[in-house]
């Protein structure tokens, strides 16, 4: 009788700690442990790696001008996502945009959860995708800049243009209900920073010189340490965007890594075949090109895929380069749009065909939900691309317009003969006794 009665406390025990027992198994430490990672790779991918990389790809007396960019969007953007930019992004709104609910991380406690993980982790590493997009942007209108106009752009472009992609394609908006397939930024990331970037640079026109005068770098080394360290981070911006140490994540880096190599090694062929020697800048410029393409395919496809994507990355944004800056002669400085833009459209757009599960070795994981067919796969992938990149270009060109009249876009002649190292912040990046 006792002992019975003290089986049956023990069992009602039990059940009154399931409430209890079942918050603590809500958050994955596997997953969340991954995402903390993956948030300090992307972080990575900016400063240093972007730093270093476009710093390298300036004139020396420049140097410090972009590293300085890059290093004030982050600490910028990173205050503007608490104070609001995060709630536009992902806060319950309409189709178009979040609400203000989670202004200033309203709700957002350390015991709020996305999915299985902190919403902490989720909102920290979805900030760092919020930093590089503004951050790729400097190479289009590098060495010409006022840096005060760079921070109102940034801080405006980030509000007006990022927010609400991000909302449309992740938050729960317009593209994300058609089901297109972005799984880390295609469309987020790279088109919206590479059309910005090609829009700055035609409204502010060429440096002084360019094209006749050569522009070329003035410290590889730098450029391919940047580079280096933006192929490691981007395992975190495309592995970690699987929001778990899965499968997902596994493949999703395989892939990255995969398109990257081809990329590079196309980029590299191209030039030897066409200038007779294969260069170091095209190389781990070929490399950009195969990671910035695989981004919004990269959850979606297989190794198979990875390599036609690498390989189409490398070729169609070889030319595109030429095309803008020797034909065109369009001086987006660090060539962000026939890189990073280019890049995002045709990963956006092959995504919807190798994401179909019945190509042989070249099938990737199935379509959106819904979609049962690859012409209505890419019907949505199209009307993607060509979405972010009319809202981006329009929206862009006003907020340019506008920080013209408040503090004036661009240096004056003699700043930017000088360097806007001296210019703008009375500092050298070189000082050789």
């Given at each position: 009788m006792y002992?019975q009665?003290?089986?049956?406390?023990?069992?009602?025990?039990?059940?009154?700690a399931?409430?209890t027992?079942?918050?603590a198994?809500?958050?994955n430490?596997?997953?969340?442990?991954?995402?903390?990672?993956?948030?300090?790779?992307?972080?990575?991918?900016?400063?240093?790696?972007l730093?270093?990389?476009?710093?390298g790809?300036v004139?020396?007396?420049?140097?410090?001008?972009v590293?300085?960019?890059?290093?004030?969007?982050t600490g910028?953007?990173?205050?503007?996502?608490?104070?609001?930019?995060?709630?536009?992004?992902?806060?319950?709104?309409n189709?178009?945009?979040?609400?203000?609910g989670?202004?200033m991380?309203?709700?957002?406690?350390k015991?709020?959860m996305t999915?299985?993980?902190p919403?902490?982790?989720f909102?920290?590493?979805?900030?760092?995708?919020?930093?590089?997009?503004?951050?790729?942007i400097?190479?289009?209108?590098?060495?010409r800049?006022?840096?005060s106009a760079m921070?109102i752009f940034?801080?405006i472009w980030?509000?007006?243009?990022?927010?609400?992609?991000?909302?449309?394609?992740?938050?729960g908006?317009?593209l994300?209900?058609?089901?297109?397939l972005d799984?880390?930024?295609?469309?987020?990331v790279?088109?919206?920073a590479?059309?910005?970037?090609i829009v700055?640079?035609?409204?502010?026109g060429?440096?002084?010189?360019?094209p006749?005068t050569?522009?070329p770098?003035?410290n590889?080394t730098?450029?391919?340490?940047?580079a280096?360290?933006l192929?490691?981070?981007?395992?975190g911006?495309?592995g970690g965007?699987?929001?778990?140490?899965?499968?997902?994540?596994?493949?999703?880096?395989?892939?990255?890594?995969i398109?990257?190599a081809?990329?590079?090694?196309?980029w590299l062929?191209?030039e030897?075949?066409?200038?007779?020697?294969?260069?170091?800048l095209?190389?781990?410029?070929g490399?950009?090109?195969?990671?910035?393409s695989i981004?919004?395919?990269?959850?979606?496809?297989g190794?198979?895929?990875a390599?036609?994507?690498?390989?189409s990355?490398?070729?169609?944004?070889?030319f595109?380069?030429?095309l803008?800056k020797?034909?065109?002669k369009?001086d987006?400085?660090?060539d962000v749009?026939?890189v990073?833009?280019?890049?995002?459209?045709?990963?956006?757009?092959?995504?919807?065909?190798?994401a179909s599960?019945?190509l042989?070795?070249?099938s990737?994981?199935?379509?959106a939900?819904n979609?049962?067919?690859?012409?209505?796969q890419?019907?949505?992938?199209?009307?993607g691309?060509?979405?972010?990149?009319?809202?981006t270009?329009?929206v862009?060109?006003?907020i340019l317009?506008l920080?013209d009249?408040?503090?004036?876009l661009?240096?004056?002649?003699e700043?930017?003969v000088e360097?806007?190292?001296?210019?703008?912040h009375?500092?050298?990046?070189?000082?050789?006794?």
């Amino acid at each position: 009788m006792y002992k019975q009665s003290w089986f049956y406390l023990f069992i009602s025990s039990l059940f009154l700690a399931m409430p209890t027992l079942a918050f603590a198994e809500e958050m994955n430490a596997a997953n969340t442990a991954w995402i903390l990672t993956s948030t300090a790779l992307v972080l990575f991918m900016t400063i240093p790696g972007l730093s270093l990389f476009y710093a390298g790809l300036v004139r020396s007396k420049n140097v410090l001008s972009v590293l300085m960019q890059c290093f004030a969007i982050t600490g910028m953007v990173s205050v503007l996502w608490l104070i609001g930019v995060y709630s536009l992004a992902f806060d319950v709104g309409n189709d178009w945009i979040g609400g203000m609910g989670k202004a200033m991380f309203a709700g957002v406690g350390k015991d709020a959860m996305t999915g299985d993980i902190p919403e902490v982790s989720f909102s920290m590493f979805q900030m760092t995708f919020a930093i590089i997009t503004p951050a790729l942007i400097v190479g289009g209108f590098a060495e010409r800049m006022r840096f005060s106009a760079m921070l109102i752009f940034s801080a405006i472009w980030v509000v007006l243009v990022y927010a609400p992609v991000t909302h449309w394609v992740w938050g729960g908006g317009w593209l994300s209900k058609m089901g297109l397939l972005d799984f880390a930024g295609g469309t987020v990331v790279h088109i919206t920073a590479g059309v910005a970037a090609i829009v700055a640079a035609m409204w502010m026109g060429n440096r002084k010189g360019f094209p006749h005068t050569a522009m070329p770098p003035h410290n590889l080394t730098m450029t391919v340490t940047g580079a280096g360290m933006l192929w490691v981070g981007w395992f975190g911006f495309n592995g970690g965007s699987a929001l778990a140490a899965n499968a997902d994540a596994s493949m999703a880096m395989f892939v990255t890594h995969i398109s990257a190599a081809v990329g590079t090694m196309t980029w590299l062929f191209l030039e030897w075949i066409k200038y007779g020697k294969p260069s170091v800048l095209g190389a781990v410029t070929g490399m950009v090109a195969g990671l910035g393409s695989i981004t919004p395919a990269s959850g979606y496809v297989g190794p198979g895929g990875a390599l036609i994507i690498g390989f189409s990355a490398g070729l169609v944004c070889f030319f595109m380069t030429i095309l803008i800056k020797r034909k065109l002669k369009i001086d987006d400085s660090l060539d962000v749009f026939p890189v990073h833009g280019v890049g995002g459209i045709l990963g956006t757009l092959l995504a919807g065909v190798f994401a179909s599960t019945e190509l042989g070795v070249f099938s990737g994981m199935g379509f959106a939900d819904n979609i049962t067919s690859m012409g209505q796969q890419l019907w949505v992938q199209f009307v993607g691309v060509i979405a972010t990149f009319v809202y981006t270009a329009i929206v862009t060109v006003g907020i340019l317009k506008l920080v013209d009249m408040l503090v004036g876009l661009r240096v004056e002649h003699e700043e930017e003969v000088e360097g806007l190292d001296i210019s703008q912040h009375e500092e050298r990046g070189y000082d050789y006794l």
